[in-house]
């Protein structure tokens, strides 16, 4: 049987849960979301070609998902794979994409996600999907700075648009970070995805300014 988790652990997540804002989005924030079932399916409304970006790529289970239905020219693949983990997960994707990192569709960047995007000119990509660690603070740095480095009609998507993990247990802010966001910077939902395994996946796009 496992060790019984400390009053301690408990206080932590629940100072975490706490320290995060709720922030109320307007109407038009969801106005014109959908409801799609998968986060395949969320892959599948976004426009092909372009390029675009993973951010958090572990062992490229979902890069491939992203290479083969948004068929983007440039699928630029961003990860530190330091974690325990994911540490084998940088071999097994240089394995997997040998042919595309030979031709220069697939590119490789180690490092932190904020470091390597940062190093991106801006309005370069026309796609981004988030999935790091998914803390307040860091999602909220990456969907900023990812605004930056998108085109004007460039889309904003992630994983885990959900409390957290209920089997570590671990507290998700991907939530509060999208609304703390869209609120601020004039963005709204345009998909979010209701996977089975709740591990819901989210896309936003520019919409309303504040006052519109």
């Given at each position: 049987?496992?060790?019984?988790?400390?009053?301690?652990?408990?206080?932590?997540?629940?100072?975490?849960?706490?320290?995060?804002?709720?922030?109320?989005?307007?109407?038009?924030?969801?106005?014109?979301?959908?409801?799609?079932?998968?986060?395949?399916?969320?892959?599948?409304?976004?426009?092909?070609?372009?390029?675009?970006?993973?951010?958090?790529?572990?062992?490229?289970?979902?890069?491939?998902?992203?290479?083969?239905?948004?068929?983007?020219?440039e699928l630029h693949l961003i990860d530190m794979w330091e974690a325990e983990r994911y540490s084998a997960g940088r071999a097994k994707v240089e394995e997997k994409f040998a042919k595309e990192i030979a031709n220069g569709s697939v590119k490789r960047h180690v490092?932190?996600?904020?470091?390597?995007?940062?190093?991106?000119?801006?309005?370069?990509?026309?796609?981004?999907?988030?999935?790091?660690?998914?803390?307040?603070?860091?999602?909220?740095?990456?969907?900023?700075?990812?605004?930056?480095?998108?085109?004007?009609?460039?889309?904003?998507?992630?994983?885990?648009?959900?409390?957290?993990?209920?089997?570590?247990?671990?507290?998700?802010?991907?939530?509060?970070?999208?609304?703390?966001?869209?609120?601020?910077?004039?963005?709204?939902?345009?998909?979010?995805?209701?996977?089975?395994?709740?591990?819901?996946?989210?896309?936003?796009?520019?919409?309303?300014?504040?006052?519109?």
């Amino acid at each position: 049987m496992g060790a019984v988790e400390s009053a301690a652990q408990v206080s932590k997540r629940q100072e975490q849960w706490n320290s995060m804002p709720r922030v109320k989005l307007a109407p038009h924030h969801v106005e014109s979301c959908r409801l799609v079932v998968s986060r395949e399916a969320l892959l599948d409304g976004v426009p092909k070609g372009g390029r675009a970006a993973e951010l958090g790529v572990a062992f490229g289970d979902f890069s491939s998902e992203i290479l083969n239905r948004v068929r983007p020219d440039e699928l630029h693949l961003i990860d530190m794979w330091e974690a325990e983990r994911y540490s084998a997960g940088r071999a097994k994707v240089e394995e997997k994409f040998a042919k595309e990192i030979a031709n220069g569709s697939v590119k490789r960047h180690v490092g932190s996600s904020l470091e390597m995007l940062g190093a991106f000119d801006d309005g370069f990509f026309d796609f981004i999907y988030i999935d790091t660690t998914h803390s307040y603070h860091l999602t909220l740095s990456e969907l900023r700075l990812g605004a930056r480095k998108l085109k004007p009609s460039g889309l904003l998507a992630g994983h885990d648009f959900c409390v957290g993990n209920v089997v570590k247990p671990v507290v998700y802010g991907v939530i509060q970070a999208c609304h703390q966001f869209c609120s601020e910077d004039g963005w709204r939902y345009r998909t979010i995805s209701l996977d089975g395994g709740g591990s819901f996946s989210f896309c936003l796009e520019r919409g309303y300014k504040r006052g519109e």
